[in-house]
């Protein structure tokens, strides 16, 4: 088990012949990630990645023809709305959106329209989701893992890779790594991967990897405190980011006082959650808490 | 994005707000000359993108152009936390019957447009809420058909709006609620909206705070940044296309991707230094990029080391590595510098740094201890 993608996605990329989608879908498919068709209007009848994959016009032939059940998305900004719309109304109920730089404003819209058709969103603005030895959707690299028992969720790219490599290098394996996103509007929560994890038999314990902006981890503990009764370990970035400033990523931002580090971790603390100082700590307090 | 009050005004009058901008003045001269036009008392507020100016002095009443003149003397120049005062606005003075505050926000939580209303106006919303936070009203917007007529209504009862002035709100909020969607606002406030003595409805004072990813889209807000306020380094930094913010520390820091970034900052701290800024190079990692960064982190006379922090993972190490030698030969000043790239053939890049002078790490908190040691002309 693991969660969200495993052998049996049925992947289409959109987006798929741009550089960005085509370098990736080549490192998806070298992972074993089943990608069954790529999209880019215009381009419908001709192949991807040296003729292995079927590109299509639209997301209506991606689902037809292919029998597409996910979709990952690397259009552009300026398209990338539409795009997550067009595979909602094909009939995709999966959809990681890898895009950075969505205006908030358009997502609100994109974020509302698909949860009432029942679409489950990552990101945007996110790195995706590995589900070890079996696929990967998205831009993490594949070479960092280890499979194993532990389920990890962030909002970051880079860093979730800094600690991934850190539990695979003192070897604690994973199920599953996901990336929610670093824009301050984001398909899926905390909360709602934390709950997976939570439900995901193969996933013993589960590492989140926060940081400043929003409340997003302040509910994560709530819920924590309440439901989650898997081992934990969490690190929050940001502990020396100046307050009203965004750093780098939308959703980065201390405003009003609110959304700072120290509040993040004393939340988890207070939930039982162990919070590193760094990122090599996670393993460690993995093992304290009974990992093997 | 934060815009400037008399920017702010310039877009809510544009979609229908009522209010008098006034005229923008960069000398006593001209706010002199700006009060004649005006005539009758003004009021000269220094244009800041920081909180605060009125107790700093920063906003001054002036009955006649003279004393405008005067005022616009003592407001230019003034510091106020840490930002020089270097344009004015001269408004006509308004004389107040009733202040509130009115303002919109992208509600991350709620993930809506929320609407915050309060009868306690002209002191910042932020005070209300701790101390008298039953007079504020926040009211979620439904986000995909946006304002209705009831919400408005609903928001004009909670201010116990006169009946008289209940249809200049509805169109006052109505245009500020345009204005937000207009110009892809993260907050557009009104504060205070008054009530003259003569009975008219007036935005006094606004701020507006604008969605950096939708400013491709908007070429003519863009034009509306302040480069005046901003470090001229991160002003650089954007043109290169690269996420930085000045500090205050000794240790510059170049890393790819933004989490990383801040992570780096926090160890740099832990390990007992100081950051010299955030930067986040963004994928890749390419020479002229890496040659840019270099340059920003080292226009900064503060800085005494780099850490140079690269998570590859599917970008080849010594490709990243080559990349940072070159880019170091072009450099004018040098530091010592501490670099650490993960990522395929992560051996060969050590050795290809090592071979140039740097110095490597194999942690991140290694890297880090070395780079504070470094800032400190210690040998790490």
Redesign the interface.
């Known amino acids: 088990m693991s969660i969200l993608v495993n052998a049996d996605t049925r992947l289409v990329v959109q987006g798929i012949t741009g550089r960005e989608g085509d370098f990736h879908s080549r490192?998806m498919l070298e992972y074993g990630t089943p990608i069954v068709a790529g999209v880019t209007p215009g381009k419908g009848g001709q192949s991807a990645l040296d003729g292995r994959v079927p590109v299509f016009d639209t997301m209506d032939e991606a689902v037809r023809q292919a029998g597409a059940n996910a979709s990952c998305v690397f259009v552009p900004?300026?398209g990338a709305p539409d795009a997550m719309l067009e595979a909602a109304e094909a009939g995709i109920r999966l959809i990681f959106c890898i895009t950075e730089?969505?205006?908030?404003?358009?997502m609100?819209?994109v974020?509302?329209?698909l949860r009432q058709q029942g679409v489950r969103l990552i990101g945007p603005n996110c790195p995706g989701a590995t589900s070890v030895g079996q696929a990967k959707v998205g831009?993490?690299?594949g070479?960092?893992h280890r499979p194993g028992r532990v389920g990890l969720v962030?909002?970051?790219?880079?860093?979730?890779?800094?600690v991934v490599?850190a539990m695979t290098d003192a070897g604690v394996g994973q199920t599953t790594c996901v990336g929610i996103g670093?824009?301050?509007?984001v398909g899926t929560s905390f909360v709602d991967v934390l709950d997976m994890f939570n439900q995901d038999p193969e996933t013993e314990a589960i590492v989140m990897?926060g940081?400043?902006g929003?409340?997003e981890e302040e509910r994560a503990a709530a819920f924590c405190a309440r439901e989650v009764r898997k081992p934990m370990a969490a690190?929050i970035?940001?502990?020396?980011?100046?307050a009203g400033?965004?750093?780098?990523?939308?959703?980065?931002i201390i405003s009003?006082?609110a959304g700072t580090?120290e509040s993040k971790r004393l939340a988890l603390q207070a939930a039982g959650i162990a919070v590193a100082?760094?990122?090599?700590q996670i393993p460690a307090l993995l093992r304290a808490a009974g990992v093997r | 994005m934060k815009l400037q009050e008399f920017r702010s005004k310039e877009i809510l009058a544009r979609h229908g707000v009522p209010l008098i901008l006034g005229e923008v003045a960069r000398t006593p001269e001209e706010a002199r000359a700006a009060a004649e036009r005006i005539g009758g008392p003004v009021v000269v507020k220094a244009q800041v993108l920081v909180g605060g100016r009125g107790k700093a002095g920063g906003v001054k009443l002036a009955g006649n152009p003279a004393e405008a003149e005067a005022r616009a003397r003592e407001i230019i120049g003034l510091v106020i936390k840490g930002v020089t005062v270097r344009t004015l606005l001269v408004a006509p003075a308004a004389q107040i019957a009733r202040e509130y505050y009115l303002g919109l926000i992208l509600d991350r939580g709620g993930k809506t447009i929320t609407i915050i209303a309060s009868a306690e106006g002209g002191v910042e919303i932020e005070e209300t809420a701790k101390t008298n936070p039953a007079a504020i009203l926040r009211l979620p917007l439904h986000p995909l058909i946006g304002l209705q007529r009831h919400n408005v209504r609903r928001v004009s009862f909670f201010l116990g709006i006169p009946p008289e002035l209940r249809s200049a709100f509805a169109e006052t909020l109505t245009a500020l609620y345009a204005a937000f969607i207009g110009s892809d606002a993260d907050l557009a406030e009104i504060n205070p909206l008054v009530v003259t003595d003569d009975g008219q409805l007036l935005a006094l004072d606004a701020k507006m705070v604008l969605d950096d990813s939708a400013l491709p889209g908007h070429a003519d807000l863009e034009e509306m940044r302040d480069l005046d306020e901003e470090e001229p380094s991160e002003a650089a930094a954007r043109e290169a296309g690269i996420n930085f913010i000045k500090l205050d520390g000794t240790i510059g820091c170049m890393v790819n991707g933004a989490g990383l970034a801040m992570t780096t900052m926090d160890l740099i701290k832990l390990a007992g230094g100081e950051p010299a800024n955030f930067l986040d190079i963004g994928g890749g990692a390419k020479a002229d990029r890496v040659a840019a960064a270099f340059g920003i982190i080292l226009d900064d006379p503060n800085v005494r080391s780099i850490l140079v922090n690269i998570f590859g993972g599917i970008t080849r190490g010594d490709e990243v590595a080559h990349g940072i030698v070159e880019a170091r030969a072009t450099l004018t000043r040098d530091v010592p510098m501490v670099v650490r790239i993960v990522g395929t053939n992560a051996e060969e890049a050590a050795e290809i740094l090592r071979r140039a002078n740097l110095i490597t790490a194999d942690s991140l908190d290694d890297a880090a201890a070395k780079a504070v040691a470094a800032s400190r002309g210690e040998q790490p």
Do not use: C, K
């Not at chain 1, 670093?182 to 509007?185: E, L, Q, S, T, V």
């Not at chain 1, 100082?277 to 090599?280: C, L, T």
């Open positions: 490192a900004a300026a730089g969505i205006p908030a404003l358009d609100l819209r974020y509302w329209v831009i993490i690299p070479n960092i962030s909002r970051s790219g880079t860093l979730t890779y800094e490599q670093g824009d301050p509007i990897i940081e400043i929003g409340d690190f970035a940001g502990r020396t980011a100046p400033r965004r750093m780098g990523h939308a959703g980065a009003g006082g580090a100082d760094s990122p090599s």
